[in-house]
């Protein structure tokens, strides 16, 4: 009964390798994962990228020194705006889509007519390069701005003045953004590590709260209902209740480098009971772009591009995601709505030929005679019990072997072979068998000349170690004679004891770097 159990058809397989664990993809990665990239190559470093507030939202990418616009549609260039004189490091436009401002690094910015392309207004005020330029939401008349010369600016497109200049920032402004629900406020972001608050309806220059991110500020995001922002720098993006004074709500550190952009992104309306979830999308100089669910604190998805990303935006009516990358691609991802999906329907359907109607089949029941005459190419229904036939197991040669009880010959077998994984999956049967040993002492001079060959290769290995270690133990004892008597086999005993040495050396280095990180790792945490 013993060797009958033994005598399984089934092939051997490794125990020593763990199975990757594949996570179960959840119903927003599914849809995260619906938009289909596209890329969009022949562009310089993309900085900034805005999507216009009304349909159809175009798309403005700053690239070198030239801002174009794209179609959201068809991911198409419709227009291009060249009358810059340096990099275009920024791009907003106007709540009615007809304007849009750009600024660049000669400290110039500009308000263009996006039918004519032409420049309607030059505020020229900043001494240094401007990083951040923005029209407030609720705002068609002014705008603001801030740059290398650590101001704030907030101007008078009509007149072409600057109203206000707003003091407070120690480092370069390279960020902002406006309160969604008053024209009055907005916020800016620093590389003096702080966010500041402002209100131009207070007669001082400074600002009226203050919160200190703890690294550079890369970007500033104002969340939808206005008493939450979130900002961006160095590995984490953080959210802070602006209602209660500047409190830390929570920090969300899974960037491996620097964020470098955020945005709002919200769950297609077609995707039914979450279509009110709101959330943050942002990228990072590791290539990875994060989507995260605030409300819960926890990132729900995530998407590894192949360069550094500098951008991200998301379209209003959710149907368009574009990241810009430092070596000039954009990745514009596009994903149809349900209602396109349908007018795209009916559209073929106006033109589609109705089908042949087909006559109704009668329905077979038990107490017919050709309900026991089905075949195979019969569909089975519901009530069916369905009893399938075995596939046919093909097996190795040492599976072979194995099933007839012929062990050595086994062991010799795979061990001509180059998996690894498959000499140890013979092996731990043979230690299940009890015949391992007895395999190894009947083994001639050339087959125990194989074996330690493949000692000396795989035996210092951490996931094969448990096993192998024994075992060449176990051989240097059982096959003692019959090295001393051979002078290859003394070789090879040779190298094996060389590489078990310098793998005893560097596991002894090892111990030694982490009796010395421990303690700083320990301070590190009580900071």
């Not at 290995?461 to 176990?474: A, D, E, I, N, Q």
Request: charged share 25%.
């Amino acid at each position: 009964m013993a060797e009958a159990q033994l005598s399984k058809t089934f092939p051997v397989k490794p125990k020593l390798k763990s199975k990757p664990r594949t996570p179960k993809q959840t119903p927003e990665s599914k849809y995260w994962s619906s938009f289909k990239t596209r890329q969009i190559s022949n562009l310089i470093s993309v900085p900034c990228l805005t999507f216009s507030p009304t349909p159809s939202h175009s798309i403005a990418v700053a690239h070198s020194a030239s801002l174009s616009i794209f179609s959201s549609e068809t991911l198409s260039i419709t227009s291009n705006i060249s009358s810059f004189s340096d990099v275009v490091s920024c791009a907003s436009f106007r709540s009615d889509g007809r304007l849009i401002a750009a600024s660049d690094l000669s400290g110039l910015v500009q308000v263009f007519d996006l039918k004519t392309r032409t420049p309607l207004r030059r505020l020229r005020s900043h001494t240094r390069p401007v990083r951040f330029v923005q029209f407030p939401q609720l705002d068609k008349l002014h705008l603001i701005s801030g740059g290398d010369d650590a101001l704030v600016k907030y101007w008078d497109v009509a007149a072409e003045t600057s109203i206000l200049e707003l003091q407070g920032h120690k480092d370069y402004v390279r960020c902002g953004d406006s309160f969604p629900v008053n024209m009055d406020m907005f916020v800016t972001g620093s590389y003096d590590h702080t966010v500041k608050l402002w209100d131009v309806r207070v007669t001082d220059t400074r600002s009226v709260m203050e919160l200190n991110h703890g690294n550079p500020v890369e970007d500033v995001l104002f969340l939808p209902s206005g008493g939450l922002v979130a900002t961006a720098g160095g590995n984490s993006v953080k959210i802070w209740d602006v209602i209660a004074g500047g409190k830390l709500m929570f920090s969300m550190d899974s960037h491996n480098k620097t964020v470098t952009s955020i945005c709002m992104g919200r769950i297609g309306k077609d995707t039914g009971e979450e279509s009110q979830q709101l959330r943050i999308l942002s990228v990072g100089l590791d290539g990875y772009m994060k989507v995260f669910d605030y409300a819960a604190n926890r990132v729900t998805h995530s998407m590894r591009f192949p360069a550094p990303l500098l951008s991200i935006g998301y379209s209003p009516d959710c149907s368009t995601r574009v990241i810009g990358t430092s070596n000039g691609i954009l990745y514009a991802g596009k994903r149809k709505t349900k209602e396109k999906e349908n007018e795209e329907s009916e559209s073929d359907q106006f033109w589609r030929i109705a089908p042949v109607e087909q006559p109704e089949r009668k329905v077979l029941k038990p107490s017919y005679f050709r309900y026991f005459q089905r075949g195979q190419g019969e569909k089975p229904s519901r009530g069916d019990y369905l009893i399938m036939r075995p596939k046919r197991v093909k097996l190795a040669e040492h599976d072979k072997l194995l099933k007839k009880f012929r062990h050595r010959e086994a062991l010799v077998s795979v061990l001509g072979s180059k998996n690894p994984e498959n000499v140890l999956a013979v092996m731990e049967e043979l230690v299940a068998r009890k015949k391992l040993l007895k395999c190894v002492s009947n083994l001639d001079a050339e087959e125990l000349e194989l074996l330690f060959r493949f000692l000396h290769k795989y035996c210092t290995m951490p996931r094969y170690s448990s096993l192998l270690m024994g075992l060449t133990k176990r051989v240097l004892e059982v096959r003692a004679d019959d090295i001393r008597a051979s002078n290859s086999l003394r070789g090879h005993i040779s190298n094996l004891k060389r590489s078990v040495e310098e793998e005893i050396r560097v596991q002894q280095s090892l111990q030694e770097i982490q009796g010395i990180i421990s303690p700083l790792l320990k301070i590190a945490g009580r900071r």
